[in-house]
């Protein structure tokens, strides 16, 4: 079975920058959306990132954009999401997604994810 792998998170203060790192362990076939999404306590997962594989298209959240910047590098079959001036509430658990769908980015529409890495904010 295929898994995505996550790595990079951490606990960083308020202000500071964490990249995190998503790369499959075998083949996930046919992908053409790699996503990022979150989940805090108590809160609902919700979308963060997305880019096509072609890299012709990324969408944000409203609440990350200006800060994070999703890439990937289609040598290594490995995306990022760089997280720049992090804040309190962008603590969470952070998870990366594939999916088949163009331009995906409710959860529904991913069908191999990760198994999370934790990033703190410390204010």
């Known amino acids: 079975q295929v898994q995505l792998v996550e790595s990079g998170g951490g606990l960083v203060q308020a202000g500071g920058s964490l990249r995190l790192s998503c790369a499959p362990s075998?083949?996930?076939?046919?992908?053409?959306?790699m996503g990022w999404f979150r989940q805090a306590p108590g809160k609902q997962r919700e979308f963060v990132a997305g880019?096509?594989?072609?890299?012709?298209?990324?969408d944000y959240a409203k609440s990350v954009e200006g800060r994070f910047t999703i890439s990937l590098d289609s040598d290594r079959n490995t995306w990022y999401l760089q997280m720049n001036g992090l804040k309190s509430d962008d603590s969470a658990i952070y998870y990366c997604?594939?999916?088949?769908?163009?331009?995906?980015?409710?959860?529904?529409?991913?069908?191999?994810w990760g198994q999370g890495t934790q990033v703190t904010v410390s204010s």
């Open positions: 075998g083949d996930t076939g046919s992908r053409n959306t």
């Open positions: 997604a594939a999916s088949k769908e163009h331009f995906a980015t409710e959860g529904r529409q991913f069908d191999t």
């Open positions: 880019i096509r594989w072609s890299g012709s298209w990324t």
